[in-house]
């Protein structure tokens, strides 16, 4: 039984459109929130992380928005490019215990 | 960058044969993964560990065993290697404590068994 459902599957967008993915869960008690950015060939590195206290959070171009009560969070990439097709993976953890990670995203920005 | 690494980073072999995919990491983590990735994507833990002589079966079923005798290094083995097998493998580590601790992969091991 998947903890954290992740959506789309995959998804493309034109340079410069705004991909968002979708996360929902159930486990109120997870505690922190990372994104996860894999380019072929290569394994999963950290992109950006939240915490259920915020609503938001920004780095660069990739922001988090973060609904508690909805229990959903959501990854929005402004002005996408062609360099960030990758695959995208939404996770949750519950203080040190161990890393649920959604299904992934495969997004392909067009040039 | 992260100090994760993985050899081979590709393997192909035949059925039957014995494999050792190694995974190093330099950072002192003591906790550290083993996951299968399918072309599909998803990633599936099948084998963790939280320090020496630690070692869990994940939440998928492998028929690959793993072993923890150094805080540094984890390598995962299948015994007789089948087609079915064949996968992306990626180790991963994190220092136990703050849930903020960034999990770290290494690059993963592409393995094909013919």
């Known amino acids: 039984q998947q903890q954290v459902k992740q959506s789309p599957q995959s998804l493309i967008v034109q340079k410069g459109g705004i991909p968002i993915i979708n996360c929902a869960y159930e486990?109120?008690?997870?505690?922190?929130f990372p994104w996860y950015q894999q380019f072929p060939g290569k394994g999963p590195a950290l992109l950006i992380a939240i915490r259920p206290d915020v609503s938001e959070k920004k780095e660069g171009r990739f922001t988090i928005s973060f609904n508690k009560s909805a229990k959903q969070f959501s990854l929005h990439i402004m002005d996408s490019q062609p360099g960030d097709s990758a695959t995208y993976f939404c996770a949750a953890r519950i203080g040190n215990n161990d890393m649920r990670f959604g299904a992934g995203t495969r997004l392909t920005v067009k040039p | 960058e992260a100090d994760i690494y993985q050899t081979p980073r590709y393997l192909v072999i035949g059925t039957g044969k014995k494999i050792t995919l190694e995974c190093s990491q330099t950072m002192g983590h003591d906790k550290m993964y083993w996951y299968q990735q399918d072309p599909g994507m998803e990633l599936h833990l099948i084998h963790y560990s939280y320090g020496v002589n630690s070692t869990e079966k994940g939440d998928l079923s492998s028929e690959s065993t793993v072993s923890r005798i150094r805080t540094e290094h984890f390598p995962l083995t299948l015994e007789s290697a089948r087609p079915s097998h064949t996968s992306q493998y990626l180790c991963?580590?994190?220092?136990?404590?703050?849930?903020?601790?960034?999990?770290?992969f290494g690059p993963g091991t592409r393995l094909t068994v013919l």
């Open positions: 486990n109120t008690a997870f505690d922190y």
């Open positions: 991963a580590s994190r220092r136990s404590g703050d849930a903020g601790n960034e999990q770290f």
